[in-house]
């Protein structure tokens, strides 16, 4: 049997201002309409039947859970309290899969990838299936189309039936190396994809670091429910060295394997790979939303919320959010990742808050801002229902422009319809429902000494988050 393990912990920091910490790239539409988890999910129809392990951080539960609903995806959802990399998640992946007495084929794929030809994709996993079963950790190896210093690279050893033996694996080239490595034959880029017999990946783990199996299980054998997702034992998942499948047991494991992979595939690593997944049209320009160009010539052009021109830009990235605007050369595209951590290091709220912000209940989006006030356009879906709240620092006035709003304010309970409002004084118990059948639109506005998120005071929540969620 196949099991497929989705690892959905990545941050995508080198997409932003697009990709934050509060909405990853995995969650984004940015090739199709669906999501690259959901691309990812439904590749496997016609792989397995078996109902998909999603591994993921806890405090993006409900953007996996909504996705999931969107597409009428069964999963199992397993929460990790923070990233411990890849090896880890896939360990505990193995040790859940195993509980039933099954020991399956793991089909580990990361949720943040794209690829074109999803039958080249499963040609590829059928050729691993024969290989994994008699007893080989098999990743999956991508024919290179041109040199690349984003990616790494795998070396093929003696052939084998549908494969190789793996031979080396190599950090992301100098442009140099790169262009020899292609040039040479006989090496893929390092997709991050596998399929691992579950007993032999565990086997394996135990030999190479054993006190890393052993949180794990004590995280597994820990593990309880809340609501649709499985929470991992915190205190000993937290124990757990981090450390990547390649690091902790790939480059060290005598039967390892590689099938190539021929299927368009692109991790959308950065700007640059995603130009180039986009198929830029005869300008070499690749573009999304309201846009203007102007003897522009191979540039990436994105424009979430206004007009976008541009005029005279060559190998150019310009990407606008509502709340920030990024303008790079092409070749800076890896850098990305740097300026989001300078960003950081600065204090600054951008690369972790998204500006569209997702709660299980809808979702709510920042118009305007000052320095005692906030205006939000709230959206609750039909069956929403915010938590029974308080706030000590901020009055709030409701006006609904769609649907009806029924609001618990103290003792009282009544129906807010369109065109009408009520207001919510500085430390008055309330909350917000949707009883009805059309989604429930709102503008918020917020006055007050502090404006934060983190001013709340939730006494009840049937979505069981705490205070900082």
């Given at each position: 049997m196949i099991q497929p393990v989705i690892l959905s912990g990545g941050s995508g920091t080198r997409l932003w201002p697009l990709s934050r910490e509060q909405m990853p790239k995995q969650f984004l539409s940015l090739t199709a309409s669906q999501s690259l988890l959901q691309q990812?999910?439904?590749?496997l129809v016609g792989v397995t039947t078996a109902v998909p392990?999603?591994?993921?951080?806890?405090?993006?539960?409900?953007?996996?859970?909504?996705?999931?609903?969107?597409?009428?995806?069964?999963?199992?959802?397993?929460?990790?309290?923070?990233?411990?990399?890849?090896a880890p998640a896939i360990a505990c992946a193995a040790l859940l899969a195993r509980q039933s007495g099954d020991d399956p084929l793991l089909l580990v794929l990361p949720a943040d990838h794209?690829?074109?030809?999803?039958?080249?994709?499963?040609?590829?996993?059928?050729?691993?299936?024969?290989?994994?079963e008699a007893g080989y950790l098999v990743t999956f190896g991508v024919v290179p189309t041109q040199p690349e210093t984003g990616y790494g690279y795998i070396a093929c050893g003696d052939p084998l039936e549908g494969g190789h033996r793996l031979a080396a694996f190599i950090e992301k080239p100098d442009a140099r190396r790169a262009a020899e490595l292609v040039e040479n034959g006989g090496y893929l880029w390092n997709s991050g994809m596998f399929l691992l017999p579950a007993s032999r990946y565990l086997a394996e783990l135990e030999r190479l670091n054993p006190s890393m199996l052993e949180a794990c299980k004590a995280a597994v054998s820990g593990a309880h429910r809340d609501l649709d997702f499985l929470r991992l034992d915190e205190a000993a998942f937290r124990r757990c060295p981090a450390d990547s499948i390649d690091y902790a047991v790939m480059e060290h494991?005598?039967?390892?394997?590689?099938?190539?992979?021929?299927?368009?595939?692109?991790?959308?690593?950065?700007?640059?790979?995603?130009?180039?997944?986009?198929?830029?049209?005869?300008a070499g320009n690749a573009t999304k939303?309201?846009?203007?160009?102007?003897?522009?010539?191979?540039?990436?052009?994105?424009?979430?919320?206004?007009?976008?021109a541009t005029l005279g830009v060559q190998n150019h990235i310009v990407v606008e959010t509502s709340d920030s605007v990024l303008v790079a050369h092409r070749d800076q595209a890896q850098q990305v990742k740097q300026?989001?951590?300078?960003?950081?290091?600065?204090?600054?709220?951008?690369?972790?808050?998204?500006?569209?912000v997702q709660r299980p209940w809808g979702s709510f989006q920042a118009m305007d801002r000052g320095a005692r006030y906030q205006v939000k356009h709230i959206t609750v879906k039909p069956g929403g229902r915010l938590s029974l709240q308080r706030h000590h620092h901020r009055a709030e006035h409701w006006v609904v422009v769609r649907g009806t709003a029924q609001v618990t304010l103290e003792e009282q309970r009544f129906l807010?319809?369109?065109?009408?409002?009520?207001?919510?004084?500085?430390?008055?118990?309330?909350?917000?429902?949707?009883?009805?059948?059309?989604?429930?639109?709102?503008?918020?506005?917020?006055?007050?000494s502090y404006l934060g998120?983190?001013?709340?005071?939730?006494?009840?929540?049937?979505?069981?988050?705490?205070?900082?969620?």
């Amino acid at each position: 049997m196949i099991q497929p393990v989705i690892l959905s912990g990545g941050s995508g920091t080198r997409l932003w201002p697009l990709s934050r910490e509060q909405m990853p790239k995995q969650f984004l539409s940015l090739t199709a309409s669906q999501s690259l988890l959901q691309q990812t999910l439904s590749r496997l129809v016609g792989v397995t039947t078996a109902v998909p392990l999603l591994m993921g951080h806890h405090s993006h539960r409900f953007l996996m859970a909504e996705q999931l609903r969107e597409m009428e995806q069964a999963a199992t959802l397993v929460l990790e309290p923070e990233g411990r990399n890849t090896a880890p998640a896939i360990a505990c992946a193995a040790l859940l899969a195993r509980q039933s007495g099954d020991d399956p084929l793991l089909l580990v794929l990361p949720a943040d990838h794209v690829i074109g030809d999803v039958q080249a994709f499963q040609y590829s996993v059928s050729l691993a299936v024969p290989l994994a079963e008699a007893g080989y950790l098999v990743t999956f190896g991508v024919v290179p189309t041109q040199p690349e210093t984003g990616y790494g690279y795998i070396a093929c050893g003696d052939p084998l039936e549908g494969g190789h033996r793996l031979a080396a694996f190599i950090e992301k080239p100098d442009a140099r190396r790169a262009a020899e490595l292609v040039e040479n034959g006989g090496y893929l880029w390092n997709s991050g994809m596998f399929l691992l017999p579950a007993s032999r990946y565990l086997a394996e783990l135990e030999r190479l670091n054993p006190s890393m199996l052993e949180a794990c299980k004590a995280a597994v054998s820990g593990a309880h429910r809340d609501l649709d997702f499985l929470r991992l034992d915190e205190a000993a998942f937290r124990r757990c060295p981090a450390d990547s499948i390649d690091y902790a047991v790939m480059e060290h494991c005598d039967h390892a394997a590689v099938v190539p992979l021929a299927a368009q595939w692109s991790d959308i690593g950065s700007f640059d790979s995603l130009w180039a997944t986009l198929e830029p049209d005869a300008a070499g320009n690749a573009t999304k939303g309201d846009t203007w160009l102007t003897d522009t010539q191979d540039s990436l052009v994105f424009a979430e919320h206004r007009l976008v021109a541009t005029l005279g830009v060559q190998n150019h990235i310009v990407v606008e959010t509502s709340d920030s605007v990024l303008v790079a050369h092409r070749d800076q595209a890896q850098q990305v990742k740097q300026l989001v951590a300078a960003l950081s290091q600065a204090g600054r709220s951008e690369p972790v808050a998204a500006p569209l912000v997702q709660r299980p209940w809808g979702s709510f989006q920042a118009m305007d801002r000052g320095a005692r006030y906030q205006v939000k356009h709230i959206t609750v879906k039909p069956g929403g229902r915010l938590s029974l709240q308080r706030h000590h620092h901020r009055a709030e006035h409701w006006v609904v422009v769609r649907g009806t709003a029924q609001v618990t304010l103290e003792e009282q309970r009544f129906l807010v319809t369109e065109n009408q409002s009520t207001y919510i004084p500085i430390g008055a118990l309330h909350r917000l429902e949707n009883t009805g059948k059309i989604p429930l639109e709102l503008i918020e506005v917020q006055s007050g000494s502090y404006l934060g998120e983190d001013d709340i005071e939730r006494l009840d929540d049937v979505y069981a988050r705490d205070n900082n969620e």
